[in-house]
Structures are given as structure tokens and as C-alpha cells.
């Protein structure tokens, strides 16, 4: 289709069902692409949250506490936890999808895709262990 | 149009770093100070812990890094999200500015948050 096709009364119009705007909730597959595709929301919250932890950080000790407990309300709560589940899916899918994305040789042979996949998986306990080691080790 | 390429391979570029960084970042995070330690599962670092974690200079720059792909991840998915699942293309450019913008402003106040870290 041309770029310049702009619209008058007097060009031809495509003859184009309109697709609904809910099609992807008819096919388990379209569903689940559109939920991965949501997961950027659980990404935008997990910033928005960090932003606020910072913040409080700054705000001192009592600030600090006032937040975890300001926290602990049921619909932030709730919110967190359907946050985390939206981030675990992306992380999932995410690392799923990594060795269709790369194509790394050794000595000119492919890596197979489970090692792309595992050497992510890895990656991820990695950085968990780091910030669980650093937040939760005593002294 | 024309005009608009080139900057689309960064675009992509900083999605997919973003990507692969709030996939190692978010879920431990998020799990902790959104609902291990609101609900007392596990016992929150004190004050004194969160600031000598979160004030190294290696800490700062990494909260910065990885807030600011996981921002651009989030504006260059959801823009698409908006396109296919709403199909409201003809808002094309307020969608462009609220993303893409949003992700700026939030870097912006993320660097600007963790530089006053005391």
C-alpha cells in the first residue's frame, strides 16, 4: 500500500471485516500471547515500586518502615502479587525464547538452544542469590 | 515516515536489553519488598543493612541501569501491546510520547533519587 494514499471522499475503499477488538480471547494461544505481551505493565510496576522504595530510603529509618508497612495493605499487596506473576511469566518466556533470538558459535558449531536456554536460567539464580545474599545475610 | 527509521534499531536494542534486565532483576525484587517483606515472611533488612546495600556506588548505577531498560522495555512492548490489541494506530504519535517519554522521566527520577541516597 502506498504511503501517499491519503483519504478523500472520493478514494476506493478496501472492503475489510473489522476484527473485534477482544479477538484474542478466543483461542487459548491468542490469549496467552496477549498476556505475555501485558507483563510490560509488571515491568512498569516492579520500576514504579523500586522508585518508591528509593524514595522512602531517603526519607530515613521511620520512612523506610512506614513504607513495608504501608505495603502490607491488601490491595498493594494484591497488586504485587499479580505484579510478581506477570514478571515470572516474562522471565519465563523471556528465557524461552533467548535461543531463537541468539545464535552463538564455538569454533564454528552452533551452541545448541538448551545451553542459550540453561546459561539464562543460570543467569537468573545468579542475581537472585546476589540479592538475596545481600538483603536478607545477617551482620 | 522515512525520518523515523533510524533510530528504530535502538529502540529495539534497548527493549531487548531491557528485557533480558528486569528478567534477572524483577521477580526476586518484586518478591521481596512487594510481599515477603510486607508479610513478614522473611525479616527485612534494618535501615542501616538497606542503606549500606543500596548506597554502593556499584549498587547506584546498577538501580539506575536497570530501571532505565526496564522502563524502555515496558514503552517499546507496550506500544505494540496498544497497536495490535486495541488497534488504535491512528493515536501513533500520543502513544510514541507517552512510552517512550514516560521511560525518559522515569530515568530522569530514578538518577536524580539515587544520587540523594544518603
Redesign the interface.
Known amino acids: 500500500m502506498s504511503?501517499q494514499a491519503a483519504y478523500t471522499p472520493y478514494h476506493p475503499r478496501w472492503h475489510r471485516t473489522r476484527?473485534s477488538?477482544w479477538w484474542?480471547l478466543g483461542r487459548w494461544s491468542y490469549f496467552l500471547f496477549?498476556l505475555r505481551?501485558?507483563?510490560?505493565?509488571?515491568?512498569?510496576?516492579?520500576?514504579v515500586?523500586?522508585?518508591l522504595?528509593?524514595?522512602a530510603?531517603?526519607g530515613?529509618?521511620p520512612a523506610?518502615?512506614q513504607f513495608?508497612?504501608w505495603?502490607?495493605n491488601p490491595i498493594?499487596?494484591a497488586l504485587?502479587?499479580l505484579?510478581?506473576a506477570l514478571?515470572?511469566l516474562?522471565?519465563v518466556t523471556?528465557?524461552n525464547l533467548a535461543p531463537q533470538?541468539m545464535v552463538v558459535r564455538v569454533a564454528g558449531r552452533r551452541v545448541p538452544g538448551w545451553c542459550i536456554a540453561a546459561s539464562?536460567y543460570a543467569?537468573?539464580a545468579g542475581?537472585?542469590a546476589v540479592?538475596?545474599g545481600?538483603?536478607?545475610m545477617r551482620g | 515516515m522515512e525520518n523515523r527509521r533510524p533510530i528504530e534499531p535502538l529502540l529495539w536494542l534497548l527493549f531487548s536489553a531491557g528485557g533480558v534486565m528486569s528478567a534477572l532483576f524483577a521477580p526476586v525484587l518484586l518478591f521481596l519488598f512487594g510481599i515477603a517483606f510486607p508479610l513478614r515472611w522473611l525479616a527485612p533488612p534494618d535501615y542501616d543493612r538497606l542503606l549500606l546495600v543500596f548506597g554502593h556506588p556499584l549498587a547506584r548505577l546498577a538501580i539506575v541501569v536497570v530501571c532505565s531498560l526496564s522502563l524502555f522495555h515496558w514503552a517499546h512492548r507496550f506500544r505494540y501491546t496498544l497497536y495490535d490489541g486495541l488497534q488504535i494506530k491512528h493515536l501513533n504519535e500520543a502513544i510514541n510520547s507517552v512510552c517512550y517519554g514516560g521511560a525518559v522521566v522515569g530515568t530522569i527520577a530514578m538518577a536524580y533519587l539515587v544520587w540523594r541516597i544518603p
Open positions: 504511503q476484527v477488538t484474542w496477549i505481551e501485558l507483563t510490560s505493565l509488571g515491568v512498569l510496576w516492579f520500576v515500586w523500586l522508585i522504595l528509593v524514595r530510603s531517603i530515613g529509618g523506610y518502615q513495608l508497612e505495603a502490607g498493594l499487596l504485587n502479587v505484579c510478581f514478571v515470572c516474562h522471565a523471556w528465557f533470538a539464562n543467569a537468573l542475581v537472585t540479592v538475596l545481600l538483603l536478607l
